[in-house]
T-cell receptor
């Protein structure tokens, strides 16, 4: 099992460009998450999907959109990238979204917005 | 908003010594989890302790939870250079605002174990 995979691993964008970060899990988990990690800030939840067909905002959703394509895949889209979105992005999954189970993380995508 | 806060922010020890990291949180929880993050990698789950448990062991890891003080500690015994990583606590299971009980992570403790 690959667990949680993310693409790309690294991306450089210019301000105003758009891109989609891809995430897939092969553990048949119901819930998936997108976090961003900034130095000294820990992980902050951007969006999550409690189950296939549902998405909800987390702590820092502004400037992002998400799509739960199917049970396996959860994508994060930046429509018009800004330097403030320079960060490391992590996708995670868990059996449910009740915060009572282990979350499994992908390796991360490092995004630099110039 | 941060729920858990780790202390210290950074810790440097010699191989073989014990490392203790603390986590304090603000509101009621169902469980508290500890994760490790090696440099440039994703987080890896270490251990979960439920609110009705006081202590839990896993190999060289020992976690305690004091719900009256809203605090937890992670002890790594006989540390190794390979334990060098950042360690995060995460609280979960209650409804934090609109996040439906998702995990909320602290800012982490950076542990350096010198050979």
């Amino acid at each position: 099992n690959a667990g949680v995979t993310q693409t790309p691993k690294f991306q450089v964008l210019k301000t105003g460009q758009s891109m989609t970060l891809q995430c897939a899990q092969d553990m048949n988990h119901n819930s998936m998450y997108w976090y961003r990690q900034d130095p000294g800030m820990g992980l902050r939840l951007i969006y999550y999907s409690a189950s296939e067909g549902t998405t909800d905002k987390g702590e820092v959703p502004n400037g992002y959109n998400v799509s739960r394509l199917n049970k396996r895949e959860f994508s994060l889209r930046l429509e018009s990238a800004a330097p403030s979105q320079t960060s490391v992005y992590f996708c995670a999954s868990s059996e449910t979204s009740r915060g009572r189970e282990t979350q499994y993380f992908g390796p991360g995508t490092r995004l630099l917005v110039l | 908003s941060q729920q858990g806060e780790e202390d210290p922010q950074a810790l440097s020890i010699q191989e073989g010594e014990n490392a203790t990291m603390n986590c304090s949180y603000k509101t009621s929880i169902n469980n508290l989890q500890w994760y490790r993050q090696n440099s440039g990698r994703g987080l890896v789950h270490l251990i979960l302790i439920r609110s009705n448990e006081r202590e839990k062991h896993s190999g060289r890891l020992r976690v305690t939870l004091d719900t009256s003080k809203k605090s937890s500690s992670l002890l790594i015994t006989a540390s190794r250079a390979a334990d060098t990583a950042s360690y995060f606590c995460a609280t979960g299971g209650m409804n934090y605002g609109g996040s439906q009980g998702n995990l909320i992570f602290g800012k982490g403790t950076k542990l350096s174990v010198k050979p």
